[in-house]
């Protein structure tokens, strides 16, 4: 059973930076895409980045720039660098793996980024 396990939230001023860290336990070396969801109040669920086990990436381009996601295959942790934040970025972020069409979720971590 794939578990996801988030850290790394908190409270932030504008032009912060925060590190979030995604634990994945319970995969196996099949390859996947493990990427950072957010979801802001009152709004929906969107991609901020993601990772393919071979290391290519992807942005949302509100993000381009200024977060960096990677992997550390010894620790099976996804980091997601966040730096230069900005209010707007305040949301809910999820890790998500997609593997063959199966979607696993963590719970979340929250990032609030004050003006």
């Known amino acids: 059973q794939v578990q996801l396990l988030e850290s790394g939230g908190g409270l932030v001023q504008s032009w912060g930076s925060l590190r979030l860290s995604c634990e994945v336990s319970g995969s196996d070396s099949r390859p996947n895409v493990v990427g950072w969801f957010r979801q802001a109040p009152g709004g929906g669920r969107d991609l901020v980045a993601h990772?393919?086990?071979?290391?290519?990436?992807n942005y949302a381009d509100s993000v381009k720039g200024r977060f960096t996601i990677s992997r550390d295959g010894a620790k099976n942790t996804v980091l997601l660098q966040m730096n230069s934040l900005k209010p707007e970025d305040t949301a809910v972020y999820y890790c998500?793996?997609?593997?063959?069409?199966?979607?696993?979720w963590g719970k979340g971590t929250l990032v609030t980024v004050s003006s």
């Open positions: 998500n793996l997609q593997q063959f069409g199966t979607h696993y």
């Open positions: 990772i393919t086990t071979s290391g290519g990436t």
